[in-house]
Structure formats: C-alpha cells, structure tokens
C-alpha cells in the first residue's frame, strides 16, 4: 500500500541560509553553514529548488510514497517551497509556517492559500508566545476559516537542534503548548480543520481531551515520538496509537515521519515502527488504509 506523509519538512537551501544569517554567530552566512555541515554530517541542499525537490521525488519514487505534505519551516522558505510543489507536479502539497502576531500575517496567508497552493499553515505558539484564542490569532483564523484551510498547530515539546547548532537561545515558552489552547479556536471554527502533531509531544492526555471535545482537530503520527521518555507513566508507541485511536477513531489519525534532511531522506524507519505498533494492535486494514493515506486525501480534498 502507498502512503501519504503528511507531515515533512523541505528544508531549501533558502532555510538554512535564513537561519545563518539570523545567527547570533560570527562568521558569513557560508561559513556558519559550512561549520554546520561539518558538525553534523548533514548534506546543505544545493541552491536549486528544482534540482532538491527532484531529489525528494527519487526517495517518494524508492519507499513508495504517494504524496508529501511539505512546511516551508520558515517564512523565507515559502517562495521556495510554493516553486517545490509546482515542480512536483502534484505531488507535494505546502504548508507555511506564520507568526500570527507578525504584521500583514491573515493577508500573506491569504495570498499563499489564494494564489500560490498552500493548503495551510504551521503554528508555533510556543516559539512566537501567544495563545490562539488570543485577539491576535482572530484575522489569521478567520481567514483559515473562509478557505476552509488546514492549521497545524505544534503542542508539547520543541527542541529545534538546528537552531541549537548556529547559536540561537533557546525561547520556547511551553505555557503556550498546551493543546487545551486549541478548544475555543476550533469550536468556534469548525470548517478549519486543525491537526496536532506528534501526538501533542508529551501532552498526550490534554490531545485526548481536545480530540474528544472537537470533531475538527486531528492528531498525526510523525517524528520519533522522543518525547514518550518523559511521559510518566512510561508508554510504548504501540499505547500511545491505541489511545489516540480510541478517542480519535482511525479517521482523524494521520501518518507522518518528520522527514527533513539528507542523508536520513525520507525515513521509512518510522514507517516501519508505526506498522509494527498498529499490528501489535491488531489494526485492520480499512484503519490502517485511513491512518496512512485515506484520511489525508479527505483533508486535502483529492478523495
């Protein structure tokens, strides 16, 4: 069976020169990525969004991978990654991270979902310190509402090692990733349909409680799920799928990896520890056809 990852980041070259010349380290924007590449191991995209894109097409090709939903994870990145989904060919779908706090942000989102094929953004409460119940966050989701568009909201945990490697001090503020957030937001707008990644990140129950208080938020798969090592008591990924499926059902459970950077590539490990989890569970295989394609091409309106 194809699968549908709903949950990756392009990572561009433009990425990565944003954060560099952001960087609070000395140096030129080459040589602060050039220090990064060394210390890590990871592979700098090259400048050509067409020559990277075809490198994630190769890897959908290899792991049978139907479609990607892709972040422009940050707000330079998204001219990018609009270019990115029009090379795809359909095949990558984006979304873009925006500060609703930031100003002109309900009308530059207007825009990408108008003109440029976003089908949603991506939401950091607690990188940017609001509340999405917040006056501030009104004309973004009001526009999200209109367009009937797609808010991931990320909750619990986040650590960006990236961000750690060029020197940015660690801001997040976790009194802002609480998905308790998202209830008044998407009660009162139901056409927007919001998704919590990771499983809430170390937030599993208040996820729980959002998932069974309002029909419109979903909850996706992705990452490593680092974050059950903190949770108490200690959980298997298996458990954390049966709770999310026992109040979520198997038609607001969404497949992703977190994929992000090469040479990793596309990471079919987690493909892999997420199958074994749902056989643990004895998962059919309608839920399993709905977890990790069906319900994303509900969402994306391909159904």
């Not at 060394?38 to 792991?63: D, F, K």
């Not at 990896?257 to 643990?280: C, V, Y």
Request: charged share 20%.
């Amino acid at each position: 069976m194809s699968v549908i990852d709903f949950h990756m980041h392009m990572f561009s070259r433009s990425y990565f020169e944003a954060l560099a010349s952001q960087s609070p380290r000395p140096g030129s924007v080459d040589e602060k990525l050039a220090a990064l590449a060394q210390r890590t191991g990871l592979e700098l995209p090259p400048a050509s969004i067409e020559q990277h894109t075809e490198r994630w097409l190769a890897q959908m090709e290899r792991h049978d991978v139907e479609h990607l939903c892709a972040f422009a994870s940050a707000p330079e990145e998204a001219a990018a990654l609009a270019a990115a989904a029009r090379h795809a060919r359909g095949r990558i779908t984006p979304f873009a991270l925006v500060n609703p706090k930031a100003p002109g942000c309900a009308e530059r989102v207007e825009d990408l979902l108008g003109t440029q094929g976003f089908a949603g953004v991506l939401l950091f409460p607690a990188l940017h310190h609001y509340s999405l119940s917040s006056e501030a966050c009104a004309p973004l989701l009001d526009v999200l509402e209109r367009r009937g568009a797609i808010a991931y909201v990320h909750c619990g945990l986040l650590v960006v090692k990236i961000r750690d490697l060029l020197g940015f001090p660690r801001t997040a503020d976790l009194r802002f990733a609480n998905p308790l957030e998202l209830v008044p937001a998407a009660n009162s707008h139901p056409r927007t349909r919001f998704v919590i990644p990771h499983f809430g990140a170390g937030f599993l129950r208040e996820t729980l409680l959002v998932g069974a208080q309002c029909p419109n938020v979903h909850v996706d798969s992705s990452s490593s799920n680092s974050w059950i090592g903190v949770h108490a008591p200690q959980l298997t990924l298996a458990e954390v799928f049966a709770a999310a499926l026992r109040v979520f059902g198997h038609e607001r459970v969404l497949f992703g990896t977190d994929s992000n950077t090469f040479p990793a590539g596309w990471r079919a490990d987690r493909l892999a520890e997420q199958r074994s989890a749902l056989d643990a569970l004895g998962v059919g295989e309608a839920a399993r056809e709905a977890i990790f394609r069906g319900n994303a091409l509900r969402l994306l309106g391909r159904a």
